[in-house]
């Protein structure tokens, strides 16, 4: 089990970058793969980004490709978002969510295969 802990999300303009982080606590952190997520008022949750504990390896939902970065620094036990050319349409709460030895690119993506999740942080985007 992790303890998890977002920080960085703020008002930002369109097209400004932000960078998110999500900072761990736990003996096996470097055993765990972390997602992004985000949901906005009135909408579903919605896959941003993955990082995989082996390789490793990374992941992005559509909307975000191109965009944001996702990266991870083991011995820090802190797992970043990069945001570039932000856009009104980011807007939402941002969790950081953890799953065990996690590889599966079918299973990264879905919310339900994490079982730590950090509180959240807000970014908006102004347009």
């Known amino acids: 089990q992790v303890q998890l802990e977002e920080s960085g999300g703020e008002l930002v303009q369109a097209g400004d970058s932000l960078r998110l982080s999500c900072a761990a606590s736990?003996?096996?952190?470097?055993?765990?793969?972390v997602g992004w997520f985000r949901q906005a008022p009135g909408k579903q949750r919605e896959f941003v980004a993955a990082?995989?504990?082996?390789?490793?390896?990374?992941y992005y939902g559509d909307s975000v490709k191109g965009r944001f970065t996702i990266s991870r620094d083991n011995d820090k036990k802190i797992v970043y978002l990069q945001m570039d050319d932000l856009k009104p349409e980011d807007t939402a709460v941002y969790s950081c969510a953890a799953g065990l030895s996690l590889w599966r690119q079918g299973m990264l993506t879905r919310s339900g295969a994490y079982t730590d999740w950090g509180q959240g942080t807000q970014v908006t985007v102004s347009s």
């Open positions: 990082i995989t504990w082996t390789g490793p390896n990374t």
């Open positions: 736990g003996r096996t952190f470097s055993r765990y793969s």
